[in-house]
């Protein structure tokens, strides 16, 4: 793999702080890919965004108390060209993040639109069993496909399903599901949990806990999983979502009582003179990063 500079890099790093490739322990993988958008666009430029607004994230994280990218450091890979053809750029992704888990490191991927995580769970479910997922979306992602194409960013959970080893995807902050994914969510019960945003206020962070405790976890990230106040930047804003403080709270909770191996986040569509959308993303993307290396794996 190749890799951008310090002053190119994730977060504001320079030649004194930036830990070198070989000795980092997270890896960005940008991958832009936007090919079944369904609604807004943009989503092809969102990692270059996360990318350039995290050089305005704050390196000390009063949370824990340091800068916390210096306990694992990261890295970010320089972009593959993306091929159009859908299935053939999930295969070089999967591809990417394969070369990441082979260098003993961990994964964190910039898309694109959220069919990507069709492509990037491949690894981690042929080398775990029993892996669950972590969830944030507007939408359920569980449709059959839409618009004629399989790996629809609308199908992207029914694609991560279809593999055998993801036992377990909890999602949160749902508040839009469609007619025709809902036979198939019934059929899976013991497979899929949907804490729908509506209820928020009686979600019980023990009980959520127990769906992952001891298990090695994948998490996705779909921005508008987010309120549309707090992230109009994206293809498909929805009312009645997540806010920052419960959002952590729920990350942390899982990172307590679980093991993170890999995560994406993606759909931020960027727009002019909306730079906090960016900025959010970016610290989102260090946040998880940081759960994953200070707080998961420690049970």
Request: charged share 25%; with cysteine.
């Amino acid at each position: 793999m190749n890799f951008y500079p310090a002053e190119e890099s994730f977060l504001d790093l320079t030649e004194e702080n930036y830990i070198a490739p070989e000795k980092a322990k997270a890896i960005i993988i940008p991958f832009g890919l936007e090919a079944s958008v369904s609604y807004g666009g943009g989503t092809a430029n969102g990692p270059a965004a996360m990318i350039a607004a995290s050089r305005e994230v704050e390196l000390f994280d009063d949370e824990f108390w340091c800068e916390a990218f210096e306990k694992y450091g990261v890295v970010t890979a320089k972009p593959v060209d993306i091929s159009k053809d859908i299935p053939t750029a999930l295969t070089q992704l999967e591809n990417e993040v394969e070369k990441v888990l082979e260098m003993g490191k961990f994964p964190m991927v910039f898309g694109g639109e959220h069919s990507i995580t069709a492509g990037s769970i491949r690894p981690f479910a042929k080398r775990f069993e029993n892996l669950a997922v972590l969830h944030f979306d507007a939408h359920a992602d569980l449709r059959d496909g839409y618009d004629g194409e399989h790996y629809s960013h609308a199908a992207a959970l029914r694609r991560v399903l279809d593999h055998d080893n993801v036992t377990t995807l909890c999602s949160f902050g749902i508040r839009n599901i469609s007619k025709t994914e809902i036979p198939y969510l019934e059929a899976n019960t013991d497979r899929v949990k949907i804490y729908w945003a509506r209820e928020k206020a009686t979600w019980d962070l023990k009980e959520i806990q127990n769906h992952f405790k001891g298990r090695n976890v994948y998490v996705t990230f779909d921005l508008d999983g987010f309120d549309a106040s707090l992230m109009p930047a994206t293809g498909t804003p929805e009312p009645g979502g997540l806010f920052w403080d419960e959002t952590m709270d729920i990350i942390r909770a899982v990172a307590e009582v679980s093991t993170f191996v890999g995560a994406d986040v993606n759909e931020l569509a960027p727009k002019p003179n909306l730079h906090g959308c960016d900025f959010l993303a970016a610290k989102l993307a260090y946040k998880i990063m940081s759960y994953a290396f200070l707080v998961s794996g420690k049970q």
